[in-house]
């Protein structure tokens, strides 16, 4: 933008200084500095010659102001709709706030009101994908399915748990190093399950130890699970919050999808629309949208402008996830989802 302004400029000057020195020439010949003299016919010659000599250049500065003109009209157009666009954002963005703040949910008698609801739903929400994978047939799925990824010790374990023989440590280290080769080479979902999934009676303190070796399990490897049945387990816990906050969730998406199509379609130059974001939503409200995301019900629209508005940028990566989850990973379920929106346009193109 710079460099242009300082040809236009400079265009500007040259076209002062090429009038000046043409409007000037015609004094040499009126006023020459030798004897020579001019009679009347020679002086309307030279002056015709300069006159078909300068209308041209003239015309050229004239073009060249006008065009200089209309462009400072655009730029004073586009700050004018640059300014009209930023005041509608501000506007939308403060009834967002003022709704958020004024809605009130009863949940068992307890009133919340305001950002608090999105403390209760997040919290809800993780509960429920909890409820999900802390069990035994999605922890044998686990281990059925991604094999690779789970260590000997973790088998080792598997074994002590579920195997009713009896073996030393050294003996469990084995069986658990044989049971995952097994399963890379064979692939049977259904293999722990058939083996060791039947148990009529287990006692108290095995049910603990079980319970415990199934939450560990779910927490550790759950993101080395393939997209779809992660995406699985979004929709279900989603679908569950959904029921109970779903005036409240409708009412917010639809807002939040206004503001987002406003800057994505404007993109208004005086808008800073990354740093607008930052400070305009919460953490909580990030990672709600994000979790929205991944649950595959946003429409192919709103997806598209939470990824290239780059909404999730800002966001703590604790604050995302069932269990803690390191930045590659976060960009890989990121990527993830990028693939599933643009493939689901492709296919509706």
């Not at 460099?3 to 015609?26: D, S, W, Y």
């Not at 655009?74 to 506007?91: C, D, E, M, P």
């Not at 990354?274 to 409200?285: C, M, S, V």
Request: charge should be negative.
């Amino acid at each position: 933008m710079i460099g242009k302004n300082l040809i236009f400029n400079r265009l500007e000057g040259m076209g002062l200084c090429i009038a000046l020195i043409i409007a000037a020439t015609p004094a040499i010949y009126f006023f020459p500095a030798t004897d020579i003299p001019l009679d009347s016919k020679q002086k309307f010659e030279f002056g015709v010659n300069i006159a078909q000599l300068i209308a041209p250049l003239f015309t050229l500065i004239g073009f060249i102001l006008v065009y200089v003109a209309f462009k400072e009209q655009i730029k004073a157009n586009r700050l004018t709709q640059n300014q009209f666009i930023h005041s509608q954002v501000a506007g939308m963005f403060e009834s967002l706030r003022n709704n958020i703040s004024n809605f009130v949910i009863d949940r068992g008698g307890e009133e919340i009101k305001g950002y608090h609801i999105f403390r209760y739903i997040l919290k809800e929400y993780i509960m429920n994908q909890k409820e999900i994978i802390y069990r035994e047939n999605y922890v044998f799925s686990i281990l059925s399915s991604i094999p690779e990824e789970v260590s000997d010790s973790d088998y080792a374990q598997f074994i002590s748990l579920y195997d009713k023989r009896v073996y030393n440590e050294e003996e469990r280290i084995i069986k658990g190093r044989e049971l995952r080769e097994y399963l890379i080479a064979n692939r049977n979902d259904n293999y722990l399950y058939d083996n060791f999934g039947n148990e009529e009676y287990t006692t108290e303190e095995t049910d603990m130890a079980r319970s415990k070796y199934w939450k560990r399990i779910a927490n550790i490897y759950f993101y080395f699970l393939d997209f779809e049945s992660k995406i699985d387990v979004y929709e279900r816990a989603y679908r569950v919050i959904y029921k109970e906050y779903e005036i409240f969730l409708d009412a917010y998406f639809n807002q939040v999808y206004a503001i987002f199509d406003l800057l994505y379609h404007s993109q208004p130059e005086e808008i800073n629309t990354q740093r607008y974001i930052k400070n305009a939503f919460t953490n909580q409200e990030k990672v709600l949208l994000y979790n929205k995301l991944m649950t595959g019900t946003s429409t192919r629209e709103f997806g598209q402008y939470l990824l290239e508005l780059k909404v999730f940028n800002f966001v703590m990566t604790k604050e995302l996830f069932l269990t803690g989850m390191n930045v590659i990973q976060c960009n890989k379920e990121i990527e993830n989802i990028k693939l599933l929106i643009y493939k689901t346009d492709q296919q509706t193109n």
